[in-house]
C-alpha cells in the first residue's frame, strides 16, 4: 500500500532552516509529482510548491519562491522540503502529499498524505 | 495566487443535504477540470473525497458529490451524519503549473 512517512517534529530559531523528508513506498516514486502543503494553527491549507519526481523539476508557489527548496532522492525514494530564514509565521504543520495521476506534469490533486511533521519556530 | 473562496462555515441536520461552494478565476477554477475536495477532522491529515470536479475516489460514499459551473466549483454532501463534521477545502490546478486551495469550510452538523 502506498505511504509517505515524513520526518518528526522540531523547534527552531528564528532565522535558522529546517529540512523535512517525506519517504514514499508502495509506488514507483518516479512515477508522480510530491506536493509540499502547509497549515498553520487554526489556519487554512496552504500549497508551497510541488517536484516532478521523475525529472526533478520544480515549481513553487509565489509566496515562498526564493526561501522553498524542493528536492528528491530517487535512490530512496523520498522527497525534502527545505525551509530557510525561518520566523514565527512559519510555525505551522508540514504535509507531503502524492499527486493523484502519474505522469508528474500535469496537477489532479493529492490522493496519499504523510502524517505531518509540526515545526514550531521560537526563540 | 489568491485563495479560492469558500464560505467560512455551514451546517445542517443528519439526513439534510448541504452544498459547500468554491469560487476561483478564469486561471484556475474556470480553466481546468482539475479540482478536487478534502475532508479534514480535527488533528487529522486531509483526505481526498472528489478530484477531476466530480469523481470519488475508491471507498468515497456517493453521498459526496462535486459539480462546476463556470469559476464556481460545487460540494454536495446528502443525507449528512455526525461523522461528515470536518473542516472542508477545495483546491484547484491553476496557470504556471501552479495549484491553489480555497480557504476551507467548517461542516457542522446540528
Known amino acids: 500500500q502506498v505511504q509517505l512517512v515524513q520526518s518528526g517534529t522540531g523547534v527552531k530559531r528564528p532565522g535558522a532552516s529546517v529540512k523535512i523528508s517525506c519517504e514514499a513506498s508502495?509506488?514507483?516514486?518516479?512515477?508522480?509529482?510530491m506536493h509540499w502543503v502547509r497549515q498553520a494553527p487554526g489556519q487554512r491549507l496552504e500549497w508551497m510548491g510541488w517536484?516532478?519526481?521523475?525529472?526533478?523539476?520544480?515549481k513553487y508557489s509565489e509566496k515562498f519562491q526564493g526561501r522553498v527548496t524542493i528536492t528528491r532522492d530517487t535512490s530512496a525514494s523520498t522527497a525534502y522540503m527545505e525551509v530557510s530564514s525561518l520566523r514565527s509565521e512559519d510555525t505551522a504543520m508540514y504535509y507531503c502529499?502524492?499527486?493523484?495521476?502519474?505522469?508528474?506534469?500535469?496537477?489532479?490533486?493529492?490522493?496519499?498524505w504523510g502524517q505531518g511533521s509540526l515545526v514550531t519556530v521560537s526563540s | 495566487q489568491s485563495a479560492l473562496t469558500q464560505p467560512p462555515s455551514v451546517s445542517g441536520s443528519p439526513g439534510q443535504s448541504v452544498t459547500i461552494s468554491c469560487t476561483g478565476t478564469?486561471?484556475?477554477?474556470?480553466?481546468?477540470?482539475?479540482v478536487s475536495w478534502y475532508q479534514q477532522p480535527p488533528g487529522t491529515a486531509p483526505k481526498l473525497i472528489i478530484f477531476?470536479?466530480?469523481d470519488r475516489p475508491s471507498g468515497v460514499p456517493d453521498r459526496f458529490s462535486g459539480s462546476k459551473s463556470g469559476n464556481t466549483a460545487s460540494l454536495t454532501i446528502s443525507g449528512l451524519q455526525a461523522e461528515d463534521e470536518a473542516d472542508y477545502y477545495c483546491?484547484?490546478?491553476?496557470?504556471?503549473?501552479?495549484?491553489?486551495f480555497g480557504g476551507g469550510t467548517k461542516l457542522t452538523v446540528l
Open positions: 502529499a502524492r499527486d493523484l495521476i502519474p505522469g508528474g506534469y500535469e496537477l489532479w490533486g493529492m490522493d496519499y
Open positions: 508502495g509506488y514507483t516514486f518516479t512515477s508522480y509529482a
Open positions: 517536484i516532478n519526481a521523475g525529472s526533478g523539476h520544480t
Open positions: 478564469s486561471s484556475d477554477v474556470g480553466r481546468y477540470n482539475r
Open positions: 477531476g470536479v466530480s
Open positions: 483546491g484547484s490546478s491553476a496557470s504556471n503549473s501552479a495549484w491553489v
